[in-house]
């Protein structure tokens, strides 16, 4: 009885997240260019509640825009590490899925996944605002479905992760 | 008494015009030093460029300044068209100049939404971005994609423009004009901006001038320098225009610079789309496979909405550059100005003075 | 033109207008961008180097751009590689500090007189070859450092 109800409570919890998730604005990267399309008045993406915010502390996902250079990176994961469960992570653009166009650079990295838990990828370069709408979408439904977990992995697999920044970012914590 | 303390606005602030980082240390309110932190956007486009062939590398040049990414086209193409010594057809140097100032109007208006929302007067911000996007729809039907173009090739242009595409864009020239009317009234004219902005961050002649500013930034002074009256590059020659100068130097003056500039860009457009003639858009370019430009170097310059950019190109006979190096026009505004200016300033002031100046961390950091 | 091959004691030359090539030895650099500031090249454009591995030469490049003749001067001088220094130029034209500060981090020129040279500025803990020569390789850098996917990524 206490686990139907636990469950009910949590798939009432899960549809009232997923509408109003807060998108934490930073710019990593070359694709942050069709960010202000997607927030102002031509494609709205407020309309599906979801708003840029300022803070770390009070947002729900990170939006990695495009290429991530080895001296962003370390300020990613500082910033995931400071917000709050439940928090999810979206790779916008190619660059973020194999290196993309600078694969042969000695300052980007080449692929996300080693260093924090992605839940979504956007294949692009850059992507179109309808596609990051759709992402957002698609967010929403992994959210209901409970398949939303990558905060959950980054706590099961700490050990993980942090062995993969090291190699890249030198002793550090 | 007061106390001194750093501060650091990072790399992840709203204010900020981009991925960079601005250590202060300040003394109550006031800012006693600054120190800029670039490196975070840093791909290394000149050690890439010299991996790729000269085809190869079409891909790749519109990346490295992301908001008006036609110049890197037409830096590059006229490099090497000056090193190989071709001419490019008349309807192509049309077609060229009608690209590069629609691509200097969306960048006026992205940036003069991004100033306004740094003083928080939002509307200005959803409207400029939005009229943006209808720019953007048109370079959509041209070229095939929004914001990276590759349609400015060396020898010309990749093709022909569409049918139609003359009603669209002076459509659109027409639609910006009745709307300037507009911005005047909700921002350029408005007191909380001018009371923002009048006085602050008052750049003298002299510095501007030993220093290596250029653009807006210089025309605020009153120095008329732009590129395209000194060393006229595409239509440039035919069309009939003024350079517009102010003589303040303050933020003000910076912003009305580039209103007056908008104005200009439309008008610019509405020329070239007059007087474009018919005929080929591409020289005869060698096969890309077989592509050899001659020894020797050279230094290509455009006018972007900033200021003077340019390429200096360095070829040694073989299919792939030897030395592309980039000619960044932020680097000399943030560099000495930008951590000068900041000194006495208030630190809420501090994001609008970056936003003034244009400063874009991509060119830095190449 | 004016007569610039009188005060310059290297070699002057017009390959299109509005262009000069100077190129200068290296002893002589410091006095030829005197010389030129004082006939009215006074706007830093651009510092950069050229890397003639093939040659064991480095190349230091100026471009100086003088506003009342509207002509961009682009002033070459060749310096040994082992050990390579210039001295700075920063008290003529301030915008050059930071130009220098690059030159030392991408190529490992060292330049005498500036106090920022040999910090740095775009790369973070960087222990290798500085990345600009010719003799780093970038791909096999990155091939090292980096995980790549190897295989490939379908969702249904």
Known sequence: ????????????????????????????????????????????MERFGIVPYVSPRQSDILIITGYVNIKTLRRIVTTYEQMLDPKYVIGMGSCTINGGIYYDSHSVIKKLDPYIPVDLYIAGCMPRPEAIIHSFNHLMELIDTGKADGYRRYKENADFYRENQRKVLGEWR | ???????????????????????????????????????????????????????????????ICVPEPDINEAAYAMAIEELMGVEVPERAKFIRTIILEAARAESYLLDVGGFAATLGLYTLMQWATGDRDYMVDI???????????????????????????????????????????????VFFKNSMFLHRSKGIAVITREEALSMGVTGPNLKAVGVAQDVRKDEPYAAYPYLE???PTMTEGDAWARTIVRRLEL?????????????????????????????????????????????????????????????????????????PLAEKLLIGQKLSDASQILNSLGICPPEIDR | MRDLGQIIKGSVTVQR??????????????????????????????????????????????????????????????????????????????????????????FGIKVR?????????????????????KDFDSIKYAGEHYEARHKEVTSD
């Open chain 2, 241 to 243: 225009f003024e350079i």
């Open chain 3, 17 to 106: 207008p509005q262009r000069i090539h100077v190129n200068v030895a290296a002893t002589d650099l410091l006095s030829t961008v005197h010389s030129l500031k004082l006939s009215g090249f006074n706007q830093l454009t651009l510092l950069t180097a050229v890397d003639w591995i093939d040659e064991q030469q480095f190349e230091v490049v100026y471009l100086l751009y003088s506003r009342t003749e509207k002509v961009v001067a682009i002033v070459k001088a060749r310096i040994p590689r082992g050990d390579p220094e210039v001295e700075t130029i920063e008290d003529l034209y301030p915008n050059a500090h930071k130009y220098e500060v690059e030159l030392t981090e991408m």
């Open chain 2, 139 to 185: 370079f959509a039907k041209l070229t095939g994609a929004r914001i990276y173009h590759m349609f400015i090739w060396p020898g010309g242009v990749r093709r022909d423009v569409p049918a139609g595409f003359e009603e669209d864009i002076l459509g659109w020239v027409n639609y910006m004009k009745g709307k300037l009317s507009d911005y005047d009234g």
């Open chain 2, 1 to 63: 008494m007061t106390r001194e303390y750093e501060l650091n606005i990072g790399p992840n602030h709203p204010g900020i015009p981009g991925n960079f980082s601005l250590h202060l240390e300040l003394e109550g309110d006031t800012i006693v030093r600054a120190n800029g932190d670039s490196g975070y956007l840093h791909r290394a486009f000149e050690k890439l460029m010299e991996h790729r062939l000269y085809l190869q590398n079409l891909g790749l040049i519109p990346r």
């Open chain 3, 113 to 133: 007189g500036n106090a920022d040279s040999g910090k740095p500025f775009l790369l973070e803990n960087w222990q290798d070859l500085p990345p600009m020569r």
């Open chain 1, 1 to 44: 009885m206490d686990k139907e109800v636990e469950q009910g409570y949590n798939s009432v919890l899960e549809s009232l997240r997923k509408r109003s998730l807060f998108m934490l604005h930073y710019c990593t990267g070359c694709g942050a260019m069709e960010l202000p399309p997607t927030m102002t008045s031509r494609y709205d």
């Open chain 2, 263 to 335: 104005e200009m860009s439309l008008n610019l457009i509405e020329q070239a789309v007059r007087k474009m003639p018919k005929g080929p858009v591409m020289a005869k370019m060698p096969n890309p496979f077989k592509w050899y430009v001659p020894k020797g170097d050279a230094y290509a310059r455009v006018e972007s909405s900033r200021g003077e950019y340019g390429f200096y190109f360095v070829s040694d006979g073989g299919p792939k550059p030897y030395r592309v190096s980039v000619r960044g026009v932020s680097m000399a505004h943030m560099y």
